[in-house]
C-alpha cells in the first residue's frame, strides 16, 4: 500500500526558512510520476504550490516562485519544499500528492508569525 508521510513543519518568523519533507514507502514512486506540494490556510482551500515531473522539470504557484524550491531524491523515495524568506500567508498546513492520484499525506503544519 502506498502512502506518504510529511515532516519539517513548525513555527518561523517572517524571513525565516524551512524545509518539508515527504518521504513514500509502499511503491518506488519519485522517478516513475509527477508529484506536487499543496496547501491549505484556515478558512481556504487547498491550492497547489509546486509540482515536479518525473523528469524534474518544475513549476510554481505565482506566490511562491522565487522563494520555494521544489525537489526530490528518487533513490531515497523523498521530495522536498524548501520554503525561503517565509511570510505570514504562507501560514497553512502543507501536503504531498502523487499527481492524477488522490494519494496524499496527512499534512504538516506551517506557521509564519512574530
Known amino acids: 500500500q502506498v502512502r506518504l508521510v510529511e515532516s519539517g513543519g513548525g513555527t518561523v518568523q517572517p524571513g525565516g526558512s524551512l524545509r518539508l519533507s515527504c518521504s513514500a514507502s509502499?511503491?518506488?514512486?519519485?522517478?516513475?510520476?509527477?508529484m506536487a506540494w499543496y496547501r491549505q490556510a484556515p478558512g481556504k482551500e487547498r491550492e497547489l504550490v509546486a509540482s515536479i515531473s518525473r523528469d524534474g522539470s518544475t513549476n510554481y504557484s505565482d506566490s511562491v516562485k522565487g522563494r520555494f524550491i521544489i525537489s526530490k531524491e528518487s533513490t531515497k523515495n523523498t521530495m522536498y519544499l524548501q520554503m525561503n524568506n517565509l511570510k505570514p500567508e504562507d501560514t497553512a498546513e502543507y501536503y504531498c500528492r502523487r499527481l492524477g492520484t488522490e494519494i496524499w499525506g496527512q499534512g504538516t503544519l506551517v506557521t509564519v508569525s512574530q
Open positions: 509502499g511503491v518506488i514512486m519519485f522517478r516513475i510520476y509527477d
